[in-house]
């Protein structure tokens, strides 16, 4: 029999684009290719790129030319991919691009430079129910929706993206039992607005298990809470709507965790940036949603330095941490995207008051993160392991999210395997994580 084609694969960018990379490569296997991941032996690679901001280009770049070098055979495709000039003038010998979600322009690039030789074996390639997983086997990104129908002044995700379609809610369940099936003990529920789910379908109805569900952003809530998983929500936009899942929270359902990019805390600023739910009371919204679930942890993003921010708008976002009293918070320095609207505005704040903003910032939030934290000292925990390391289980508590969050070191290890949940007792916090104990 033939050798099938080998396909290496170098996957860059946000979890919605790891999410693309699972696509492709599930449906490369199911097509009959063998997947490496080296470049050495490989018919060819494909490298799924990130086009957000210019370091993110630059690495996309690096990234293509690398696979060039080392294999000299490369498809391009991913958020860079919209922006195909750039990248053939960097590297005028890929062999094709195209850009994010175009699963089926890849997969057929693939088919036209690598022709399969041999039809797949089904006793041989065997493809799990829950599709390749590029993440470790107990935790799984579940994306619901593709595009946003938004027009933030410094993103330029709707026009590489288009606008919001969300899948039916049927579907999403179906990935996610097989998920759940296959091992997975936490969802991490992605779009680029999750707040946003359904607007589009209008509520639709479609059926599973026999009864019907509404693709709204409650009906997915509710319908995953009953999976008995972790759901953890990203990207939700702090809208009135929102409120109904927090009781879903209260009574252990979902995950009492909301990944929210405030991004500013100046309503001037804010317009500016042209962000959803700006004219929202969030501090009213906070306060109440910390009513009806107290546990609530919250994570957000922020941009210091966007254009035209005064020295009193960045007060004003100071004024907000403080009395938003943030778990979790990740800061950027504004940096002009090619193509945003945001490049249009007048007044660029300077460099150095840029980093001088950014490390004030950052003092304010630290400390308040750190409170936060040792709040958590004394409680038992369920904490789900990651992995093991020489002295202690790394694991996770509800209130951290992989790879951008905090982490609760677990002693002692032994007995311990990725992917269990355990009780732990909290004995100490530093600035980012917890150690504890298994009594
Ligand atoms: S919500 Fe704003 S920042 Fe997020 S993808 Fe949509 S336009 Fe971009």
Redesign the pocket.
């Known amino acids: 029999m033939n050798k099938p084609g080998k396909i290496g694969f170098v996957s860059l960018g946000c979890p919605k684009a790891l999410v693309d990379s699972e696509r492709i490569l599930t449906q490369l296997k199911l097509d009959g290719y063998a997947l490496t991941n080296s470049y050495d032996g490989a018919d060819l690679v494909v490298v799924n790129t990130c086009g957000f901001i210019d370091s993110a280009k630059a690495e996309s770049l690096a990234a293509i030319g690398e696979a060039l070098h080392a294999n000299g055979r490369v498809i391009v495709t991913g958020c860079l991919g919209a922006q195909a000039e750039t990248i053939r003038e960097a590297h005028p010998n890929v062999l094709h691009i195209s850009g994010p979600q175009q699963y089926e322009a890849v997969v057929a690039a693939v088919h036209e430079h690598v022709p399969l030789t041999a039809t797949p074996d089904p006793r041989i390639d065997l493809v799990p129910a829950q599709g390749i997983k590029l993440t470790p086997r107990h935790y799984a990104y579940l994306k619901i929706s593709e595009g ?1 129908n ?3 002044s ?2 330029i ?2 026009s590489m993206r288009g606008k919001l379609v969300s899948r039916p809610l049927s579907e999403i369940m179906g990935e996610a039992e097989r998920l759940v099936a296959a091992g997975v003990r936490e969802l991490l529920v992605i779009s ?2 999750t707040s946003a789910y359904g607007s589009d379908l209008k509520t639709r109805t479609s059926f599973w298990q026999g009864r019907p569900l509404h693709a709204s952003f409650a009906g997915l809530c509710a319908a995953l809470g009953e999976l008995g998983v972790w759901v953890r929500l990203h ?1 939700v ?1 702090p809208y009135p709507h929102v409120d109904d899942v927090l009781p879903l929270m209260a009574d252990g359902k979902i995950l009492p965790y909301l990944d929210i ?1 405030f991004q500013h805390g100046s309503p001037r600023i804010l317009k500016l940036m042209r ?2 739910a700006a004219a929202e009371n969030t501090l009213e919204r906070i306060r109440r949603w910390r009513e009806v679930c107290p546990e609530l942890v919250l994570r957000s993003t922020f941009i210091v330095g966007f254009p035209g921010e005064t020295d009193a708008d960045f007060r004003t976002l100071l004024d907000f941490l403080s009395a938003a009293e943030l778990d979790r918070v990740g800061c950027f320095q504004y940096s002009p995207v090619a193509g945003a609207a945001a490049n249009r505005l007048p007044d660029p704040v300077p460099a150095a008051i840029m980093q001088a903003r950014y490390a004030e910032f950052m003092i304010v939030q630290q400390a308040i993160s750190r409170r936060r934290l040792q709040r958590q000292v004394g409680r038992r925990l369920s904490v789900l392991i990651d992995r093991l390391e020489d002295q202690a289980a790394v694991g996770r508590s509800y209130a951290d999210a992989p790879e951008i969050d905090g982490l609760v070191y677990v002693k002692p290890k032994t007995r311990l395997a990725p992917g269990e949940l355990v009780e732990v007792t909290i004995d100490s916090s530093d600035d980012y994580d917890l150690h504890g104990r298994i009594d």
Do not use: L, T
């Open positions: 946003c938004h027009h933030c410094f993103c995700i709707p680029q607005d990207y936009y990019p962000r959803p």
